[in-house]
């Protein structure tokens, strides 16, 4: 899908935010929080669709934009969600406001995972921090989809246990006898049981079978940097590898050139790429 074909392109000027009110808010580590909303205008939050992997511009009404991901499954339709990690000024205004607060939100913009060439497939979704975001929108797409896919393999890590983002997703999934769960810390604690390691040299040590798989890779730069070549090493083709990526941006929509990755824009053309097509970039900008 691209951006022209978002139904929401339809609905008028596309700078113009929909308002939509904060119903939720799930603290997930000490910096990080979940927002779930749902638009004010009641045709619009019967109407409104996304696909996983895409993006909008929330805005804190008198502070400004910021991009985040729709981190909630479009096969899930009673709210919509995003995840936050405090780090300046729209994030820190997202902060302090509470449930009932009023927020802007532009999009859907942006591409998605191509879920057409990861059916009948083996899945590997690979994520570190808050990289899980955009790719739990997917994995609850799959999984309540379960039928479409073959084996799938999460590996997920943090650097402490109170790292861990949406515990309560990689509880379930680890419940689920259809997933293999992964999850490991850079460094445990006294009550930790799980694996303790980096997200790449786990994945070596379990090392997924290649073999009509597709990998989902979504974290912190220098992990992202480290698993494209442990992925490699283990037989994933440049073309079996998807990511997304984030950068600075300003219209979300192709039209400032601030997104520009090699001659990419990570709005028009991403933020869901192949390993492929951005290969020559990433060792510079990630
Ligand atoms: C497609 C996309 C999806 C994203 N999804 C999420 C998400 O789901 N959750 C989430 O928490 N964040 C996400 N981000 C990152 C998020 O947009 C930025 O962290 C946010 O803009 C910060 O806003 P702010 O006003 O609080 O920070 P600012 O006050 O603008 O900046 C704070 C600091 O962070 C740096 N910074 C801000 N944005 C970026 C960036 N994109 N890349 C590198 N450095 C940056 C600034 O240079 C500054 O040092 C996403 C970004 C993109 C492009
Ligand atoms: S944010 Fe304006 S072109 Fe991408």
Request: hydrophobic share 35%.
């Amino acid at each position: 899908m691209t951006v022209a074909d978002t139904k929401f392109f339809a609905q008028g000027n596309v700078y113009l935010p929909h308002i939509a009110v904060i119903e939720k808010i799930v603290e997930e580590t000490p910096g990080v929080r979940t927002y779930h909303f749902n638009f004010k205008d009641e045709k619009l939050r019967k109407e409104f669709t996304f696909q996983s992997g895409q993006f909008a511009q929330y805005s804190v009404l008198g502070t400004g934009e910021a991009t985040f991901c729709i981190s909630s499954s479009p096969t899930r339709r009673d709210h919509l969600e995003f995840a936050v990690q405090r780090v300046g000024k729209v994030t820190n205004a997202l902060n302090r406001l509470g449930v009932g607060a009023e927020i802007g939100f532009r999009g859907p913009y942006g591409n998605s995972f191509p879920i057409d060439f990861l059916k009948g497939k083996n899945l590997v979704f690979i994520g570190g921090g808050i990289g899980l975001a955009p790719l739990r929108s997917l994995i609850w797409n799959v999984i309540d989809n379960r039928d479409k896919y073959k084996k799938i393999d999460i590996f997920y890590g943090a650097r402490t246990p109170t790292d861990l983002c949406f515990k309560y997703d990689l509880e379930a999934w680890d419940k689920d006898k259809t997933v293999n769960m992964v999850t490991t810390v850079d460094r445990g604690d006294d009550s930790w049981k799980g694996k303790v390691g980096l997200v790449p040299k786990i994945l070596e040590e379990v090392a997924p079978s290649a073999k009509e798989t597709v990998a989902i890779v979504c974290g912190p730069p220098i992990m992202i940097r480290f698993t494209f070549p442990a992925l490699e090493k283990l037989g994933f083709k440049p073309e079996q590898t998807l990511t997304t990526l984030e950068k600075r941006m300003k219209c979300g929509i192709g039209k400032c050139g601030r997104c520009n990755i090699g001659n990419l824009y990570v709005c028009r053309d991403g933020p869901v790429f192949s390993y492929a097509q951005i290969k020559d970039f990433v060792s510079s900008e990630y």
